[in-house]
């Protein structure tokens, strides 16, 4: 199975207690739902939210992924 780098900012680090990680998936859809049964429930929830970014592109569930591709999931931010 391949193996992403999946990166974690703001609130999704902090629910995960790390900014960074290894997940298996071939896909992005895979690599989420490993991360969300590893780091639980409120995690999940937030992950559904963020904005996905694979190797600094844009990205949707089914994007493909090759060995050490960077997942990145990005928090809604807000601002005034």
């Not at 193996?3 to 680090?13: D, E, K, Y």
């Not at 929830?45 to 904005?51: E, F, K, M, P, V």
């Not at 990205?59 to 493909?64: D, Q």
Request: overall charge negative.
């Amino acid at each position: 199975m391949r193996v992403a780098r999946l990166r974690l900012f703001g609130p999704i680090a902090e629910l995960a207690g790390t900014r960074g990680d290894q997940v298996p998936g071939a896909t992005v859809a895979q690599v989420v739902a490993a991360a969300c049964e590893r780091y639980g429930d409120a995690f999940a929830r937030l992950a559904s939210h963020c904005g996905v970014w694979v190797n600094g592109e844009g990205a949707g569930p089914a994007t493909p992924l090759d060995e050490d591709d960077e997942v990145a999931l990005l928090p809604p931010v807000s601002g005034g």
